[in-house]
């Protein structure tokens, strides 16, 4: 994978030894990325300009806004990438309770989140779906092992879903929030099922991370940091297993331990 | 200071040695707070339930809403700490742009952002002030040791504001822009001058970051991690000195560096 379109060299003065001496660096690149939905302007991302459909995608079916992939007719995105255009069967309602209810997230990469809270009656996650904890450990490894953009500027956060088969598929971005849509969009758009798949996160697990996780029927979250209490509420009420401070031999299971095989 | 309230403990399942063992763990609690304004609901946040009227000026201030500290009649906040009401003189244009121009943020605790890019004509920051590369590195180390929530929960962002006389005013949440929203306006309400001062941040340094040390005037911003490249864009544009990785004995000089004494 080419990442190298979304580094930027900056010229910096690093201090070493009491002494500034001119060096390269390398930044990642961020963007504000106009979403259009059935041709009106409805929200700006800021983001790295990398799997902008996906994002999209991800962002409008987390949202409630687009209930199916099916409802999907076509994402294009425009030459200079600031701009991606989803034309869809949407959720008026949704949509309306989006703007109206305007809640600023805590979480990298949030936002305004408008749905879950109370406007939906979301069922409790009954997924029989069990995973070994050793495989949750040695996937938190991998997880941070391979994440380039990551190692070469320390800016981004990342995103994975491990499927049944052991296949994962991952995403990356400056937020927390889009690198989860973009994961997500990702594997609605390859037609995977995300109903038995765990959620890595590479930040904090605050309740809109969970809530994530809940409005794509997503049985399992792992973060190898600490969730909120609204976090471990969330996951406590809508049937998601959560696990935090996956590290090494250790984690801590937060709620609905019956899917993880110790 | 007394944390504790924000403090809750949840029962959980610790897994060490293969074996899973019940432990009592501690989370940082997470709400979503009401702000009012003129008696009209404006807008909520995902936030921590401390310093709430800080909070609510730190954000309105950050986004033009509210042009001056003199401009607030007064701040109340309920009891049950989960609405907080301004009275004061607002600029309408700006409330209007808020919502009008919806930008995601990618920042932890941010959201909504509507005002800086390209509404406002904000003046190229001219000040004179000096500050020796020593203390911002001398600072950085007591910010992190300071930081009892984060220690606890490990899940806290913090904003520290750095004064010319060497005081400093601290502010702690789940999300970045928040810790920054609520530590300026701590200064606001204190009646101090921030516009020569150094922001001290505990995350990286997105364009929001650099947009809120932009719309206080603070001349210089300082983080022990990486900045995006429109982060350092905006620094750069607006006359900011922007510090990054400051660790040890080392420091990144993006833009500005002739305030720092090496």
């Known amino acids: 994978m080419d990442n190298s379109k979304y580094l930027k060299t900056v010229i910096i003065d690093k201090l070493i030894e009491n002494e500034a001496k001119e060096f390269e660096d390398v930044t990642i690149d961020e963007v504000r990325l106009n979403l259009y939905l059935n041709e009106k302007k409805t929200i700006s991302m800021m983001c790295i300009p990398k799997d902008q459909d996906a994002h999209a995608i991800g962002y409008l079916m987390s949202e409630n806004v687009i209930s199916s992939y099916k409802d999907i007719e076509e994402v294009t995105i425009s030459e200079d990438g600031l701009r991606v255009d989803v034309r869809a069967n949407i959720n008026e309602d949704s949509i309306q309770n989006l703007f109206k209810e305007k809640t600023l997230t805590s979480g990298c990469g949030g936002g305004v989140t408008g749905n879950v809270a109370g406007f939906l009656e979301i069922p409790f996650n009954q997924s029989a779906f069990k995973v070994k904890a050793q495989t949750i450990l040695d996937e938190v490894k991998i997880f941070y092992k391979d994440s380039e953009l990551y190692n070469l500027t320390g800016c981004v956060h990342k995103a994975m879903i491990y499927l ?7 995403a990356e971005d400056i937020g927390r929030h889009n690198a989860i849509d973009k994961a997500i969009g990702k594997c609605m758009m390859q037609g995977l099922d995300t109903t038995k798949s765990v959620l890595f996160v590479s930040g904090r697990l605050s309740s809109e991370m969970v809530t994530k996780a809940v409005m794509h029927a997503i049985p ?9 209490y609204l976090g471990v509420q969330t996951a406590q009420k809508h049937g998601i297993t959560m696990i935090g401070f996956a590290r090494g031999k250790k984690m801590n299971m937060y709620t609905h331990q019956g899917r993880i095989d110790v």
């Open 164 to 170: 049944l088969d052991g296949t994962t598929v991952t």
């Open 220 to 228: 399992m979250i792992v973060s190898r940091t600490a969730p909120t």
